[in-house]
C-alpha cells in the first residue's frame, strides 16, 4: 500500500484544515487506516483512526470533538478532518495504514498494528 498525505499548511488557532490521504496498491477497502502526527522534539502519537468499513472510528483524547475522520473507499482516500486547531496540534501528519488487510476493526488505537506510511504534511498552527 503506498499513501500520499496532503492538505497541511499554515493557519490560524481556532481555524481547520482537511487533510487528505490518497492510498494506491493493494485493495485499500480492506486496511484500516490511521493519522499520525510528529511535533519537533516529541513522540510520534496516533491521532485517530478508522476500520477499514469506516464503521468504527478511534480519536486521541487531545483531538475528541475537534477532528473528524472518514474514509471514501471508492477514492481510495481517508480524511481528517480538523477544527478549532490550537498551536499544540502543530506537527507532522502522517497517514498509515493496518499491517495486513481484513483485520479486526477493534483497537483502532494500538500504535503498533500499523505497518505501511505515507509521507506527512506539514500543519502549523499560528497563536
Known amino acids: 500500500v503506498q499513501l500520499q498525505a496532503s492538505g497541511g499548511g499554515l493557519v490560524r488557532a481556532g481555524g481547520f484544515l482537511r487533510l487528505s490521504c490518497a492510498a494506491s496498491?493493494?485493495?485499500?477497502?480492506?486496511?484500516?487506516m490511521g493519522w499520525f502526527r510528529q511535533a519537533p522534539g516529541k513522540e510520534r502519537e496516533i491521532v485517530s483512526a478508522?476500520?477499514?468499513?469506516?464503521?468504527?472510528?478511534y480519536y486521541a483524547d487531545s483531538v475528541k470533538g475537534r477532528f473528524t475522520v472518514s474514509r471514501d473507499n471508492a477514492k481510495n482516500t481517508v480524511y481528517l478532518q480538523m477544527n478549532s486547531l490550537k498551536p499544540e496540534d502543530a506537527a507532522v501528519y502522517y497517514c498509515?495504514?493496518?499491517?495486513?488487510?481484513?483485520?479486526?476493526?477493534?483497537?483502532?488505537?494500538?500504535?503498533?498494528?500499523?505497518?505501511?506510511w505515507g509521507q506527512g504534511t506539514q500543519v502549523t498552527v499560528s497563536s
Open positions: 478508522i476500520s477499514r468499513s469506516g464503521g468504527s472510528t
Open positions: 498509515a495504514a493496518d499491517w495486513l488487510p481484513w483485520r479486526q476493526e477493534s483497537g483502532l488505537g494500538s500504535e503498533a498494528r500499523y505497518g505501511y
Open positions: 496498491g493493494r485493495a485499500f477497502s480492506s486496511y484500516n
